[in-house]
DNA sequence: GAACTCTTGTAAACACCGTTCACTGAAACC
DNA sequence: GGTTTCAGTGAACGGTGTTTACAAGAGTTC
């Protein structure tokens, strides 16, 4: 059944079981306390021996970030897969599921989204949320968005992010006309990131400027306008 | 003149010298580069001197944190008191201020806006917020956005944060009405500030889903947005 | 099966870190 | 002038990332 030798199944394991401690320090006592040498400790090993996994201690923290944005991925692909309604239902359910997934892994959603990063920035999380965008966009019909509703000077980006979408669409099998996914909608998507986003990191962070004791309703309030103003008619 | 000893003069020069390093470390070299024993180098002295300044590398960092929320309410301060024009002038500069900081300042912004914070975050930052906001509103006299504009369950919330308001602004001298500082605007204050939070925690840590080159229109865009749906008209 | 290579781990060392502690010497005070 | 206060030192402890030389087993080749 499989082809990889001993040997392999052994780096592999070992791989794994490193990616796993190191996701344990991290949940349980914070980015800082992700250490070689504790990580090695959990193993019952050394800390020099995880030079042969990893290049230094910062590709290790890249590996994790990518671990989390695949299982960030998951996750909001199983909420979003439980959501059978029309399109805005399964946007409701995404945002809602990023913005539990959030709060349930700060030190997580921290170190993903919140550290000045390498400026590739081409990771796991990038490619799953224009998954997500783009298969969403593509399956709302109604473009109540023209082109001329945003101003001239971000047709450049818009359209390269356009691009972007479509590239990720369709490397899934999905192709989309430039009509569907015009840029009116590409504007409200970025605005919607932005909306998203901010909700959520100033929820994480306790950022917000005055105690919040009730932020769920906060957030689906938002999250309401958001759809309004991005084209979704707004009955639930 | 001065009422100081010569000793208390001497302590408040190394103290400001300490401050002024670890600042330097952050700008130049992030948030790992400012150790203790890094700032004591830069000083001509050892590490465990600093411990007559400060309980721990800790407590060092926060006042870090206070020195750069500081910092940042002078710089908003100073450019809010160039714009001269009608209220949504001064909403749109001191938002354009903020972004530019951030902007010009990362590390800080990181460390300030970006970690899973101490739950009491009392800081200077949120004063600096509350004023501006405040006075802003309460100079702000069309009040365009009724209570029942906003769902019930965020009452509660919406409550406090106006005492928080109305609390800030009386601190400097300037008294407002709750017919005034309605619930409704409240609201948009709190939305707005996801908004503007949300763009430029994004812009500083790359995390648009795609290059943006020209990030400034951008910013712009919403800014227009959110004035909008805030309440102000849109003439510049 | 012996000789060889490749891989995975070790132990020791280096330079750095936060922190503690016993101490020194000078300033401030009475 | 004697005493107290206090900023600063040096040594030490246990922690960190990283490099190096070395050992021992797994896999391969003859």
């Known amino acids: 059944m499989t082809e990889a030798t001993r040997r392999e199944r052994l780096r592999a394991e070992t791989e794994r079981e490193i990616r796993q401690a190191a996701r344990a320090l991290l949940v349980e006592r914070g980015r800082d306390a992700v250490t070689l040498r504790a990580i090695a400790r ?27 944005c695949a299982d960030m991925a998951a ?9 059978t309604g029309h399109v805005g239902c399964k946007v409701r359910a995404v945002c809602r599921a990023f913005r539990r997934w959030a709060l349930a892994h700060p030190q997580e959603f921290a170190l993903v989204f919140a550290s000045p990063r390498d400026p590739l920035g081409a990771d796991q999380f990038g490619s799953v949320f224009l998954q997500l965008a783009g298969q969403l966009i593509a399956s709302n019909l109604v473009a109540t968005h023209a082109d001329d509703d945003v101003p001239e ?9 356009q691009q972007v979408l479509v590239d990720a669409v369709s490397e899934h099998g999905v192709s989309i006309g430039e009509d569907i996914l015009n840029l009116g ?3 409200h998507v970025v605005q919607s990131w932005v909306r998203l986003y901010g909700h959520v990191a100033l929820e994480v962070f306790g950022r917000f400027p005055f105690a919040v004791s009730n932020p769920e309703p906060m957030f689906d ?3 309401d306008q958001m759809l ?5 008619s707004d009955d639930s």
């Open 42 to 68: 959990e193993l019952g090993i050394t800390a020099p021996a995880l030079y042969r996994y990893y290049d230094s201690h910062d590709a290790l923290l890249r590996q994790l970030c990518d671990d989390i």
């Open 75 to 83: 996750a909001l692909y199983a909420d979003l897969s439980l959501e």
């Open 153 to 161: 000077v971000l047709h450049e980006d818009l359209v390269r992010f």
């Open 185 to 187: 909608k590409i504007y």
């Open 221 to 223: 309030s938002m999250l």
């Open 228 to 232: 309004t103003d991005i084209g979704f």
